[in-house]
């Protein structure tokens, strides 16, 4: 069995889809095994977004992540990594597949709910920022 992350950002923490998120992925065949909220540091943000470092967005995307709380959601099914990041669906909302988690409750390319691990091999690297 898989595993992979899920984090729920600021503007989704913000807007109280917490819950509304936690049941589609729930419906949609993954278990819930670790949840924890936090509030990044500068420090903890440029870490996390390591290889967007230096992009044109990412002193941008370094100030909302540390807006507000997050929310780390552990998710446990077969092909977690591959499943999660289709019903996440696509960076911009606007070019998200209907019904998908960002075509539902993203705003913008960059407050768009949510972050879903890309690789098994990035899923434990940031797990690792949530859950020890
Ligand atoms: P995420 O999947 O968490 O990975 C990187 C984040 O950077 C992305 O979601 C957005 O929140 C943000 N971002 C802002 N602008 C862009 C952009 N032009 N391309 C990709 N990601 C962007």
């Known amino acids: 069995m898989e595993r992979t ?9 913000e807007k109280n889809a917490i819950g509304r998120i936690i049941s589609m992925v729930e419906e949609n065949g993954f278990r819930v095994v670790g949840l924890q909220s936090k509030h990044f540091s500068r420090e903890e943000a440029e870490r996390f977004y390591e290889v967007h470092r230096g992009k044109p967005f ?29 019903l996440v669906g696509a960076t911009d909302p606007r070019e998200a597949r209907l019904g998908t988690i960002r ?5 913008s390319i960059e407050r768009n709910a949510v972050h879903a691990s890309d690789s098994p091999e990035n899923a434990l690297r940031e797990l690792s920022f949530f859950f020890r």
């Open 5 to 13: 992350l899920l984090m729920i950002k600021p503007d989704a923490v």
């Open 58 to 86: 990412f002193n941008s995307l370094v100030d909302y992540i540390t807006s507000g709380m997050v929310v780390g959601v552990m998710l446990e099914r077969e092909d977690a990594v591959r499943k999660l990041r289709e």
């Open 103 to 107: 075509a539902v409750f993203g705003e």
